[in-house]
C-alpha cells in the first residue's frame, strides 16, 4: 500500500473549491436523497472553519483516488443530523455531517482558551510559538486532527472497495446500512482496519509539529514535548467519545461497529507506536500514564465523563479484550482487502 505524508496536501489545497466541486456532485441526487443534501457553508458564521475542512480533505481525496483509481471521488458536508460521516465505495462519495464539524468547533474553540484558562497553562508557549511560526493556533491544530481522523477513516473505506475490485470482485462493500445491524466479523474487521489508517496519518500531521516543536523549544523540555503528544491523543479521544452515549457497557461481538472503547484502545496502539518507532520512544509505563491523561483531558474538551467509566479498561485491558483482539487478528488474513493486512 502506497501511503503518502499527508502534510505535503497544505501546499495543494488552494486550488480546491466547493463551488467546483459541488456542482459535478451534484447530479447524483440518488445519493443525495440518502445522505442528506449538500449543506452549503458559504455565509455560515463558521466558514472558515468549514471551508478550511472541505479544501484539504477533497485535495486529499483527488490525489488518493488518483493512486487507487477510483477518480472522481467527492467530499461534501451534509445537512443530515442523524449519521457523523460515511462513505459510499459504489458512487466514491464521502458525506461528514455539518454537525461534526459545528460539534469540534465547539470542542477545541469554545472549550479551550489557551491564553487565559489557568487549568490550560502548560499549553500556553505552544500556542504562542504556534502562532508566531504558523501563523495558526494550538485550537486549529487540534481541530485538525480530530476533523480530519473522521475524514480519514472515510477514505480507508473507499479504498478497501478499491483493493475489493482489485482482486477481481464485482459486488460492492458497502457502510452504509449496517451501523446498528447484528455482529458481523468482517464489519468489525472492516471498522478496525479503518481506524488503524486513520489514527496512522493523524500522526504523521502530530510527528510533523512535534519535531519542529523539539527543535524550537530544545529537546531537554521534554513536558512540553509530552503535552504535545497528550492534547493530540486527546483530540482524537474526544471525538470519540461523543459515541459513548447509548453505549455506557461493554460489548465485544454485538452490533456491526467496534465498541467505542475499544476502537479507543485500537487508536493509542496505532498512534503511540508509530511515535515510539518514529520519533519519541515511549515505555509502556509512559504510554499507560499517556493514555490515562489524554482520556481525562478529552472528558474536559467534551465536557462530559464518559472516560472515567472505560479509562481502567482502556489502560489495563481485560481477558475478553484479548480474546476478542486475538479472533479479528486471526481472522483478518481471511480479507485480503484489507489495507492493514493482518491486524
Ligand atoms: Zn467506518
Not at 209 to 224: R, T
Request: hydrophobic content about 40%.
Amino acid at each position: 500500500m502506497k501511503i503518502l505524508n499527508p502534510n505535503d496536501f497544505f501546499l495543494k489545497f488552494q486550488n480546491c473549491s466547493f463551488e467546483n466541486n459541488v456542482m459535478k456532485l451534484m447530479p447524483k441526487t440518488s445519493l443525495l436523497q440518502t445522505f442528506g443534501q449538500v449543506f452549503d457553508f458559504r455565509g455560515d458564521a463558521d466558514e472558515e472553519k468549514f471551508d478550511f475542512f472541505y479544501r484539504y480533505c477533497q485535495s486529499h481525496l483527488d490525489e488518493y483516488s488518483k493512486i487507487y483509481n477510483f477518480h472522481p471521488a467527492y467530499l461534501y458536508i451534509a445537512q443530515n443530523e442523524y449519521f457523523n460521516s460515511v462513505a459510499q465505495p459504489k458512487t466514491n462519495v464521502i458525506a461528514i455531517s455539518k454537525e461534526v464539524i459545528k460539534q469540534l468547533k465547539n470542542f477545541f474553540w469554545d472549550n479551550l482558551d489557551f491564553e487565559n484558562d489557568q487549568s490550560l497553562i502548560n499549553f500556553r508557549d505552544i500556542n504562542k510559538w504556534l502562532l508566531a511560526e504558523c501563523n495558526k493556533s494550538l485550537n486549529q491544530f487540534v481541530f485538525e486532527f480530530a476533523s480530519f481522523f473522521s475524514y480519514y477513516h472515510e477514505l480507508a473505506h473507499l479504498m478497501q472497495e478499491a483493493e475489493y475490485k482489485a482482486l477481481g470482485n464485482t459486488t460492492s462493500l458497502n457502510e452504509y446500512g449496517y451501523t446498528n445491524s447484528n455482529f458481523n466479523v468482517e464489519h468489525h474487521l472492516r471498522e478496525i482496519d479503518s481506524d488503524f489508517f486513520a489514527a496512522n496519518q493523524v500522526a504523521y500531521h502530530v510527528l510533523s509539529l512535534y519535531e519542529d516543536a523539539k527543535i524550537f523549544f530544545n529537546e531537554v523540555e521534554n513536558e512540553i514535548l509530552y503535552n504535545i503528544i497528550m492534547l493530540s491523543m486527546a483530540s482524537i479521544f474526544a471525538y470519540r467519545i461523543r459515541h459513548f452515549r447509548g453505549l455506557e457497557d461493554i460489548y465485544y461481538y454485538e452490533r456491526s461497529h467496534p465498541h467505542s472503547a475499544i476502537r479507543i484502545i485500537i487508536i493509542s496502539k496505532v498512534f503511540l507506536s508509530f511515535l515510539s518507532k518514529h520519533s519519541k520512544n515511549l515505555t509502556p509505563d509512559e504510554q499507560q500514564i499517556l493514555i490515562g491523561n489524554s482520556l481525562g483531558f478529552a472528558d474536559k474538551i467534551a465536557g462530559v465523563n464518559y472516560s472515567s467509566r472505560f479509562s481502567d479498561l482502556i489502560k489495563n485491558g481485560n481477558d475478553k479484550i484479548a480474546e476478542y483482539w486475538d479472533y479479528m487478528s486471526n481472522e483478518s488474513p481471511k480479507y485480503s482487502y484489507l489495507l492493514t493486512g493482518r491486524i
